[in-house]
């Protein structure tokens, strides 16, 4: 089974702050990961994908992998409250589907 | 313009009726995918297909069946055998190249049967 286990939140951080958003994953064969942003009755956006460890940054965005630990993270830096949203975590295996965990629920409050 | 369109966007029907989600896309993209979005959840694979005249199950497509005729076109038809067909369906579609296979959602289809 493979599986990826997200904390549901509701995560809360002030505006201006660092968010962490995090993601664990079963398979040890999973290839590339990805952050999709959903917003309430929204389908979802892609933001970031990452497939080498270490951190791959983009504006505020930065997505950070560690195979050997099973983890993938997103941090968003200077959060805003545009980015109050449900944060996905998917992960790709060898037969190129993807597996999504249920979610994180950001709330930057102004 | 480039994308995903699905239709319609709010879809009502009776239960026993089987019904039909529209997905269209001019991205070029190889493969398509349907997802169900149960409140509070993630996405479930109903199914997918990476080439024209083929598609493979995914982990719920009990109660789905779906036809890839033209490369832009993946059409999901809800059957009456789906036990709780109520959810949001997401169609998606990828490149399929590459090292990333990343995916792209059309907004979405939100299915209440009553």
């Known amino acids: 089974q493979k599986e990826v286990e997200q904390n549901s939140g509701p995560l809360s951080v002030p505006e201006g702050a660092i968010a962490s958003l995090n993601c664990t994953y079963s398979d040890r064969g999973s290839q590339s990961f990805f952050w999709y942003r959903q917003y309430s009755g929204k389908s979802p956006e892609l933001i970031m994908f990452?497939?080498?460890?270490g951190d791959k940054e983009d504006g505020r965005f930065t997505a950070q992998l560690n195979k050997a630990s099973q983890y993938v993270s997103l941090l968003i830096r200077d959060s805003q409250p545009s980015d109050s949203a449900t944060y996905l975590c998917?992960?790709?295996?060898?037969?190129?589907?993807?597996?999504f965990g249920s979610g994180t629920q950001l709330t930057v409050l102004p | 313009d480039g994308g995903i369109t699905q239709s319609p966007k709010y879809l009502f029907r009776k239960e026993g009726q089987n019904v039909t989600l529209s997905c269209e896309q001019n991205?070029?993209?190889?493969?398509m995918y349907w997802y169900r979005q149960d409140p509070g959840q993630g996405l479930r694979l109903i199914y997918y297909s990476q080439i024209v005249n083929d598609f493979q199950k995914g982990d719920i497509a009990e109660g789905y069946s779906v036809s890839r005729e033209k490369k832009e076109s993946f059409p999901l038809t809800v059957t009456s055998a789906q036990k709780n067909p109520t959810a949001f369906y997401l169609c998606?579609?990828?490149?399929?190249?590459?090292?990333?296979?990343?995916?792209?959602f059309g907004p979405g289809t939100r299915l209440t049967v009553t």
């Open positions: 991205l070029n993209h190889d493969a």
């Open positions: 998606a579609s990828s490149p399929d190249r590459g090292s990333s296979y990343e995916q792209y």
């Open positions: 990452i497939y080498s460890n």
């Open positions: 998917a992960v790709r295996h060898a037969a190129r589907q993807l597996t």
